[in-house]
């Protein structure tokens, strides 16, 4: 079955850029009719999703971040990434990817990013 | 942006009692795109329901949902000591996907 995996720095300083990719196993990338999501989870708090990329490129951003968000595909690597510019404590979260059809079906384990000097 | 409000935040009860959870709202979503997830302490959510009533693979039939445009509810039917967690309605039919603040189930 399909697995995803993240990956990346858990310490971030403020104003550098945070970076992350999402491995995708058990299936590829381009198969499908899928989206491939980054949706993070701040301390204590609920979920807020990020953005998605289709295998084809085309992206989509919350706007409360799309200044700051890129989200690329490798499908020749089965990943994706996330690149999220000028962080601050704000950004301080747990980081996941996710498969996205009419839900997010597939998830990974996440990842714990701490923005601080 | 829809504003997804769920109530209430948290709900107390007791192992084979019913678990009735709401998600309203701020305009209408189509029933295809609302999912409900469980997040117990640590993990990444696991999709429960999507299409408003789908229940998703392995999900076990104690879990339903309902609803139609900006009214979606989650039951419960007996509650099992594993499913005390919080869980968060979420759609996806209008740009940004957006989550409802959660409702917390714990046990009483």
């Known amino acids: 079955q399909v ?43 609920g979920l807020e999703w990020i953005g998605y990329i289709y295998y084809s490129g085309s992206t989509y951003y919350n706007p409360s971040l799309e200044s700051r968000v890129t989200i690329s595909i490798d499908t020749s690597k089965n ?21 996205s059809s009419y839900g997010l079906d597939v998830w990974g384990q996440g990842t714990t990013v701490t923005v601080s000097s | 942006e829809i ?4 109530s209430p935040g948290t709900l107390s009860l007791s192992p084979g009692e019913r678990a009735t959870l709401s998600c309203r709202a701020s305009q209408s979503v189509s029933s295809s795109y ?38 979606f509810t989650l039951t419960i039917s007996r509650l099992e000591p594993e499913d005390f967690a919080v869980y968060y309605c979420q759609q996806s039919g209008t740009s940004p996907l957006t989550f409802g603040g959660g409702t917390k189930v714990e046990i009483k």
């Not at chain 1, 989206?35 to 708090?45: D, E, T």
């Not at chain 1, 990434?81 to 990817?97: N, R």
């Not at chain 2, 504003?3 to 769920?6: D, E, F, I, N």
């Open chain 2, 3 to 6: 504003v997804l409000t769920q």
């Open chain 1, 79 to 99: 990943q994706f990434s996330l690149k999220l510019s000028s962080v601050t404590a704000a950004d301080t979260a747990v980081y996941y990817c996710a498969r």
């Open chain 1, 3 to 45: 697995q995803l995996q993240e990956s990346g720095p858990g310490l971030v300083k403020p104003s550098q850029t945070l970076s992350l990719t999402c491995t995708v196993s058990g299936g590829s990338i381009s198969g499908g009719d899928y989206y491939w999501s980054w949706i993070r989870q701040p301390p204590g708090k």
């Open chain 2, 34 to 71: 609302l999912a409900w997830y469980q997040q117990k302490p640590g993990q990444a959510p696991r999709l429960l329901i999507y299409g408003a009533s789908s229940r998703a693979t392995g999900i076990p039939d104690r879990f339903s949902g309902s609803g139609s445009g900006t009214d």
